[in-house]
């Protein structure tokens, strides 16, 4: 076991917090404003717009680019165009100071780089994640998924579940790609050039940080419009704010960061309502009984009876059960309980008022455009750099509070 960093999840929460502590402490350098912290607004990066809204790319889209076969990586990895430009360029960058002398051939990672991972696809994932899901919330014991008898009752008791809880499960796929459970390769922007274990820092200090060639590393890959995460030094993420990754980003016709957002990205949202009914369909089709027992007394004999549950054989049938408008409602509702700002009721209300107004004049996809555009306004949610700032205020004010009383 390490004395000074970590090598696992297996010690004490203050013998990690106090590593976690040290690693920050010796691997921040800050001659390099591109080695980033992904934490606060930084944690969300690549993965919402300028408004917070969940975005992703399409997953039919053009605007990918695979790297080369020649560069010693794993076939069939992508991420976008212009950033696979940027690497590319970049290992040329390397190879070019390899043979020069100008940095240590025998650097196992920082020397020669090679794709380990890159894009990946958060429509699978969230697949993967939601049937995980399905199959926990057959076994909740507050939803009590063996007396379901039909679809409005798992609606309800999904909801008091959810707002139950202690943690913030999202449900939705724009939560998802939202959540902490989504990785930041899902943005088309990051880069790993080592498969090395995410929880293990002693590797991160050995294999980088006290690397003969971490100084050019960090330096070039700025140069070059990449910034380098703290917490995983092998990960590399396409600045999509600074000049040399637009520069890039040019050359297929998009000269600002907004450009980039506006053309390669789409509303999770977006992809995601238009199945919302299948979703809660597949969801209901997993969780309920194949029968519920019913037992009664009858002139002193107990009688066992079976109920089938409501079986809804296609969307359309489910649809027209629990009500298209109860539908949209559902799916606000949801959203509601997975962002971890706190509306008053009265305010939820009158946002659910003016969701169902606005489908009802310019459509559902409207409606639900305006809703995540009003829903993630808030910067209150944790992890941000306000929930940082008024968490350490409330600490401090309570250390003074404690050392007044004693």
């Known amino acids: 076991m390490s004395t000074f960093y970590k090598e696992n999840n297996r010690e004490t929460a203050f013998e990690l917090f106090n590593k976690r502590v040290v690693y920050k402490l010796n691997s921040r350098n800050d001659q390099y404003n591109n080695l980033t912290d992904f ?16 975005m992703i790319i399409p997953e039919d ?30 290992q040329q960058q390397f190879k070019k100071c390899l043979l020069m002398g100008k940095i240590d051939g025998s650097d196992q990672y920082l020397s020669n780089l090679k794709v380990y991972k890159a894009y990946e696809s958060p429509f699978f994932l969230y697949n993967s994640y939601v049937n995980q899901f399905y199959s ?14 039909d679809f409005n009752m798992l609606a ?46 002693e590797e ?8 003969k060639n971490w100084n ?17 030094p092998w990960r590399l993420v396409a600045d999509i704010g600074s000049q040399p990754m637009i520069e890039y980003a040019s050359k297929y016709g998009y000269t600002d960061t907004n450009s980039i957002i506006f053309n390669y990205y789409r509303k999770a949202s977006y992809f995601y309502y238009n199945t919302f009914i299948n979703r809660m369909r597949e969801m209901y089709n997993t969780v309920k009984p194949t029968s519920i027992e019913k037992i009664t007394e009858c002139n002193g004999n107990t009688l066992v009876k079976y109920i089938k549950p409501k079986y809804y054989i296609s969307d359309q049938i489910l649809q027209e059960s629990y009500g298209q408008e109860q539908f949209l409602m559902l799916y606000c509702k949801l959203r509601f309980i997975e962002e971890e700002s706190e509306y008053p009721k ?38 941000s750099l306000s929930y940082y700032i008024n968490k350490n205020r409330t600490e401090e004010q309570e250390e003074i509070d404690q050392t007044t009383r004693y």
């Open 346 to 383: 009265y305010k939820k209300d009158n946002i659910l008022r003016d969701m169902i107004g606005i489908s009802k004049i310019k459509g559902e996809s409207k409606a639900i455009e305006q809703f995540e555009r009003f829903l993630n306004q808030t910067l209150d949610y944790q992890g």
């Open 136 to 149: 926990a919330l057959k076994s909740a014991s507050d939803i009590d998924t063996k007396r379901l008898v």
């Open 39 to 54: 934490i606060a607004e930084k944690l969300m990066y690549g993965r919402v717009d300028r408004f917070l809204v969940p």
């Open 156 to 201: 309800d008791n999904l909801l008091k579940s959810l707002e139950a809880s202690d943690q913030r499960n999202a449900l939705t796929f724009p939560g998802y790609v939202k959540s902490r459970k989504a990785p930041i390769g899902i943005s088309g922007l990051s880069i790993e050039i080592a498969d090395l274990d995410y929880n293990n820092d």
């Open 216 to 232: 050019f590393f960090l330096n070039t890959c700025k140069s070059y419009g990449f910034m380098v995460d703290l917490n995983n």
């Open 61 to 90: 889209s053009v605007n990918f680019k695979y790297f080369s076969s020649n560069s010693n990586s794993p076939q069939g990895l992508k991420a976008l165009n212009f950033v696979v430009d940027a690497f590319s360029d970049l």
């Open 204 to 211: 991160k200090v050995n294999n980088f940080i006290k690397s």
